[in-house]
């Protein structure tokens, strides 16, 4: 569309967002599972790990890159590299930084969200898309 001089071009796609988030633990296994949604697509990646604490913010980040890979296909070039919440003055914060790999070089991107009533697991998720959204939308 075009404002006077200005050209705005329209989004190509909707935002992703998610859905749900959900962690299982069985024994001394974890699964997670994050449901992602554009406009009318529903995807569902899901990772599977140590029940350990310190595993369980990784898995929640695999799972939900790996929901995302369904969705964009330029996703597949990422690696999570770390995943966790941290307490920053008083709001706690899920917090990811990924690789893109785009031969020869790496790429290192990072999200952050807000942890919203309680569930570390869902900001985490959230961070990995904020993580992703502006960078991918430019390799489309």
Do not use: F, Y
Not at 42 to 64: D, F, H, L, N
Not at 116 to 135: F, Q
Request: with cysteine.
């Amino acid at each position: 569309r075009a404002r006077g001089n200005v050209t705005v071009k329209a989004p190509a796609t909707e935002r992703v967002v998610v859905h749900n988030v959900v962690l299982s633990k069985e024994g001394l296994r974890c699964v997670a599972t994050v449901t992602l949604t554009r406009a009318e697509e529903q995807v569902v990646g899901t990772a599977e790990g140590s029940v350990a604490t310190s595993a369980r913010w990784r898995i929640v980040a695999e799972a939900a890159l790996n929901a995302l890979r369904e969705i964009e296909p330029n996703a597949a070039s990422i690696a999570v590299e770390m995943a966790g919440v941290q307490k920053v003055g008083d709001r706690e914060l899920g917090i990811v930084t990924l690789v893109l790999v785009i031969p020869p070089q790496e790429e290192l991107l990072a999200g952050v969200a807000p942890v919203r009533g309680g569930s570390g697991e869902d900001a985490v998720a959230r961070a990995v898309l904020d993580a992703t959204n502006r960078r991918l939308s430019r390799m489309r």
